[in-house]
């Protein structure tokens, strides 16, 4: 996605709850006594994870659980992750240096505030990842994106097809996308962050005579 503006309350609600989703679903997935290979993470990865806690849990606690291990806990949300200390401390500062965050050392530890530029970092990340939520059993129908946008807009256009891709969604034609499962809110999401909702229709249909998947 191309470079994005500041997103507006009801957006930053959307991503929010998106990255909620994101988290239980990892959480639901990773085994809690394998707190060792939990830890194994680096660069980016720590990053946005320390990120996004402070963004659900907002003042994050941060105290060392043993010799070589960090745990992050988020009080509002109730997450935790776990950090190798090497990995943990380079990241630590560059976060501290870049004003991402801000931090207070107390008698619990590390007590970790989202600072403006670190909550839009983590937004942005949030926003390109978006994906349509696939259902367990399709129901058999299809949505139909459709868009008719001004050649002046060409940079906007490409964006929108590249995303609908990576969101999931089938190219019928180069400005008709398809997919099984509801997309109503990603679409609107990226057609707003693009400037471009008036140019977008959306349909519901039971059945697409002639479309055969390449």
Request: hydrophobic share 40%; net charge positive.
């Amino acid at each position: 996605m191309r470079r994005l503006r500041s997103f507006s309350p009801p957006e930053e609600r959307f991503l929010i709850e998106r990255l909620k989703q994101e988290w239980k679903e990892t959480e639901r997935a990773a085994k809690r006594h394998e707190i060792v290979n939990r830890a194994k993470i680096t660069g980016k990865i720590l990053v946005n994870s320390l990120l996004a806690l402070g963004l659900l849990g907002g003042v994050v606690l941060i105290a060392a659980v043993a010799p070589n291990t960090f745990a992050a806990y988020g009080k509002l949300f109730g997450g935790t992750r776990y950090y190798e200390r090497r990995a943990f401390e380079k990241q630590f500062r560059y976060l501290r240096t870049k004003k991402y965050v801000s931090t207070e050392r107390t008698d619990e530890g590390h007590r970790v505030t989202l600072m403006t530029r670190g909550k839009n970092l983590i937004l942005r990340d949030v926003a390109r990842r978006i994906r349509i939520r696939e259902e367990k059993k399709w129901d058999g129908t299809w949505w139909v994106v459709m868009f008719d946008i001004p050649r002046r807009h060409n940079a906007a256009r490409n964006a929108l097809r590249e995303r609908l891709r990576a969101m999931g969604m089938e190219a019928m034609q180069n400005s008709v996308f398809i997919s099984r499962y509801p997309c109503r809110e990603e679409v609107w999401f990226v057609a707003r962050i693009l400037n471009i909702e008036q140019y977008i229709q959306i349909a519901h249909v039971d059945s697409l005579e002639g479309y055969k998947k390449a």
